[in-house]
Structure formats: structure tokens, C-alpha cells
């Protein structure tokens, strides 16, 4: 059975089915007996309203009156003598009627008594009862019922519960094939989302509403579409945006040297050329390193090694390297930080974050403006914010900025020549440590970054 609403409507029909068999087995045996009980005891009470009238009029002439009463009905009556004598009956004696009459009963209670129910086995069901005048008892009123009479009764019953069983047997059908097709439904339809999936289709729409366990995996595929997706979109985005940074400083290259290649130069002009070329190269060499870094970050192969760093003496040694280097715009940078933090870092990755956000802040700062690090430290963490004086970013580029490739000003000018990779990283790197990095701006006063670190 390949389906799935097949093998679940068809395991509760068989379950549903015996369930139904036995609850009908149980009723149809109780309703033949209770039947076959009322007969009997019908019976009996009419053989002791018979004998009660005998007990009063106990003469030929109420005998055979009570003979005539029982010759138009069902019933069969006997009346004996005490000493088993017939003195009247209402139809002739057959032999099955005569080898219960001849049975000895012992002594009869005044309330009669059943000599034969067993209704499948012999002729007759049949009841006696006393006639006692005055504490002695005069003779016996017999009463015989067919057991044909019994057996078309139930068969009637076992015909009608045929009929019933065949009905509820027929609604059972298809109510579990309703139930399971509209229990399987759903599954159905994510099996045939997924495999549309796995062929590439993401354009999934489940509308699946229930919120049970079905609702939520429906939920989750569709949140997984959704997700790949994205996916796929950032991927083409992100190679169509490697391709663009790569070729730009690749058509430089190519442009230079054809230029470094004419005669007529003169050798300082050839290397200026290929001072260019070379810087085009370094600056390619950068990119693609930052590509496999931030490769690597993504694959979780990226290994930090974090050791008990003392804060001021790590910052203080990097604003000493970058000092040098921000001397042609006169920029200072100034530190202000506690002496005894100390914190659990990757030197390496994190002189890389700071050196990226000094840089940052250097390029788009004017002439002879202030950097400022601050570390503030709190009980449960501790902040390092780089604040600087210049452009600022504006309110629409500032949620993105974090984001591979993203620039604020979109032409890569050779002054600003960044690839837009810087803050990505440094992102990554810091979220390894377990921290997060904001950043707030102001356009015409500056922008602040805030690092953040928890106290391990
Ligand atoms: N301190 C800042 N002041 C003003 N704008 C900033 C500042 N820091 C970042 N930005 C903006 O955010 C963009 C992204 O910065 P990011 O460091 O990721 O790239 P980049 O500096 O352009 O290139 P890269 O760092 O890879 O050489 C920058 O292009 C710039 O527009
Ligand atoms: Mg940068």
C-alpha cells in the first residue's frame, strides 16, 4: 500500500470493524436471550392465571373452558389430574408433549416453574403450574409453546441485525475514508511542497491553519522555503557583487599595463605604472583574503584562540601602530580605558576589528579631528566605543552597513577605496566572541561604535 490515507483508513476500518463485530455479537446474544426469557416467563404467568382460575372453579366445565380458551392461540395448555390423568387439553398430545408431561417434576411450587427453555434443542418450551384448593393440590396446568414460533422470531432479529451491521458497516467505510483523506491531506500536500523544493521551486505557499503538530511542521517548511529563498537571492547577490569588485581593479590592471607596455616611456613613468598595477594587485590580494576569512567564518571552520588579555595594554599598543599612519590628517586618537580590565580575546582577530573600526573612522574623518576609544566595564560586561568626529552615515545606510559589500558612498573612488567587506568581518569576529557590535550616527557630527563584550 503506497498511500498513506489508504494503510491509516484501512488500519482503523479493521480496528473500527472488530470493535463494531463483537459490541454487535454481545447485543445480538443478549436481546435472544431477554427475548427468549420473556416468552418464557409470559408463559408461565399465563399457565398460573390459568391455574389461579382453576383454584377457584375447579369443575369440568372451567376445565374445558380454559382447554377452549388456549385451541385459538399459540400456546398449548394441558390440565392434568394430580395423578398425571389428562383432563382436558386444547390440542392433541404429541410425543414430544407427552415425554414432558410424564417427567417427574417432584414437588411444584406455588408459583409454577419452567420444565423446558432450551429452546434450539427441543420442540417445545413448556411451564406448569399448581392448582392447589384449599393447601391440596388438585391437578397441573401445562403450558407448551412451539419453538418454531421462537426460532422465526429470531430470525426476524437476526435478519434485522444483518441489515443494521451491513449500514453501520457501510458508514464506517466512509467515515474512515473521509477521516484518514482529510487527516493525510495535509501531509500530502508538504510532501509534494518538498519535493517541488528539492527541484528548486521555492515559491512553496502551504496554508496549512491548523495549529496541532501538523500545523507546525507545515509552519517550519514553509519558514524553511522561505529561508532558502532568501538564501539563494543573498547567494547570486553576493557572487554577482564578488565578480563586480574583482573586475573593476582587474580592468585597472589590464589598462595599466598596456599603457606600462608602449616604448615611448620613459622609465619613471613605466613605474608609476606599475606602482598602480602593484597596488591594484595588493589591493585584489586583500579582497580575496577577506573573502576566504569571512568563508571560513561562514563554514564554522574558523578558529579563535582567546587568551586573558589586560585591555589597555592591547589598545594602548594599537593606537601606538595606527598613530603613525593617521599623522597626514593630523588625526589623534585618544584612549581612555581602566588599567585592570582584563578579557578573554584572540589577539589577532581583535587587533584586526579595532585597526578596521580606527580605519573606518579615519577615512571619513576630516582634517585634525578626534578618534576616541572608551572602554566602559559594568558588572556583567564590558564596552569598547569607538567614536569619531567625521561624515557620519545616514539613517537609511545604517541598518546595512554590516553587510558584505555594502557601502554608503556606492562608487568604489580610489580615495575611498574600501571593498566594503571591513564591517562584515569585524561582525563575525566579535559575535565569535561571544559579543555584538552597534553602531549609532549623526550625519555632519560622527558615528559611535559600540562593541560589546560579556564578562566570561
Ligand atoms: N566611521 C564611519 N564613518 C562614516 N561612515 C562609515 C564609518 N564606518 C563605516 N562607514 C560606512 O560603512 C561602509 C561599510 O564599511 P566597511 O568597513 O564594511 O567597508 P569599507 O570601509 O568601505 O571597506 P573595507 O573596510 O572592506 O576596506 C563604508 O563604506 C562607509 O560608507
Ligand atoms: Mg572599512
Known sequence: MKHISIK????FLVCVTFIEAVLFALLYFSLVNTRVDEEVSSLLARGNSHSDVLEKYFDPQTIMHVALMESEAETKVVITAEDGKILAKSNNVDTAMEEHLAKDMGSVPEKGMVIENHWKTSNYICTVSPIQVQGETKGYVYMFLGTDSIEKMIERLTHQFLVIAAITFLLTVVTMFLLSRSLTQPLIRMKKATERMSKGDLSVSLNIKSNDEVGELAHSIQTLANDLNYMKKERSEFLASVAH???TPLTYVRGYADIAMRDTLSLEERNTYLTII???????????Q???????MEKHNFIIEKQETDLYDFLEKIVTKVQLAYEDKQIRILLSCPKDIV??????????????????????SQLSSIISITVKSSQSSIQIVIQDQGEGIPPEDLPHIFERFYRVDKSRTRATGGSGLGLAIVKEIVEFHGGTIAATSQVGKGSVFTITLREQ
Open 278 to 288: 602593484k597596488d591594484e594587485a595588493d589591493h585584489v590580494t586583500g579582497l580575496v
Open 290 to 296: 577577506d573573502l576566504f576569512e569571512l568563508a571560513q
Open 8 to 11: 491509516l483508513g484501512f488500519y
Open 245 to 247: 569588485e574583482l573586475r
Open 343 to 364: 578579557v578573554s580575546i584572540d589577539q589577532k582577530r581583535f587587533e584586526q576589528v579595532i585597526i578596521n573600526l580606527l580605519d573606518n573612522a579615519y577615512f571619513h
